[in-house]
């Protein structure tokens, strides 16, 4: 079972900006390449690190607003949230390693 949840424009205040624990949203599309690539990747970090840190999906085509607010131009692109507030972005697919590593740095 994936610990990674799927969210709306209409969630994202809640089930991000709201959450108790920090965040990471991946802003991404079905269409792209990387995104597919690099989602294996998200759920392995997921497994990780447990209750560290929540990971959430939007995407983009079906949730233009919460991306357009935190202009992302290119995806995929993930935002780390710490108490509603962005501490960290990461565009691009990277190892499982490095995104481990570069999400702990952020926490």
């Excluded at 709201?18 to 802003?27: H, R």
């Excluded at 939007?58 to 507030?85: A, C, Q, W």
């Amino acid at each position: 079972m994936s610990r990674i949840i799927d969210i709306t424009d209409a969630e994202f205040e809640r089930e991000v900006l709201g959450s108790n624990t920090p965040t990471l949203v991946d802003f991404w599309a079905p269409w792209c390449g990387p995104c597919r690539k690099l989602a294996p990747i998200l759920e392995e970090v997921a497994e990780d690190l447990g209750d560290k840190v929540r990971i959430v999906k939007v995407n983009t085509d079906e949730n233009p607003h919460s991306p357009g607010r935190y202009g992302v131009m290119s995806i995929p692109t993930m935002i780390l949230f710490k108490d509603g507030k962005e501490v960290t972005r990461l565009v691009g697919v990277m190892s499982r390693p490095e995104l481990r590593r570069r999400i702990e740095e952020a926490l």
